[in-house]
């Protein structure tokens, strides 16, 4: 389990970033604010994975789509 810090207004700037997303289809950045919390996100990631370090990331990632598909579907 990774567990990534937000504050408040954190969250909510991502939660709209993301629910625009997922009702156009369509990952738009907006405001400045939703691309610095991608990018806390991505940061926080980096700091806790170490899978993307590793030679056989590619089928590390590939395993780990078809994980995430099987359990929520296409």
Known sequence: MVTIDLD????LVLFELLARFEKSGVLTVEH???ER?????QAALERTLVEPLRANYDTLLNDA???VRARWGP
């Open 8 to 11: 408040d207004s954190e969250a």
């Open 32 to 34: 400045p604010s939703e």
């Open 37 to 41: 919390v991608l990018e806390q996100v």
């Open 65 to 67: 789509r078809a994980a």
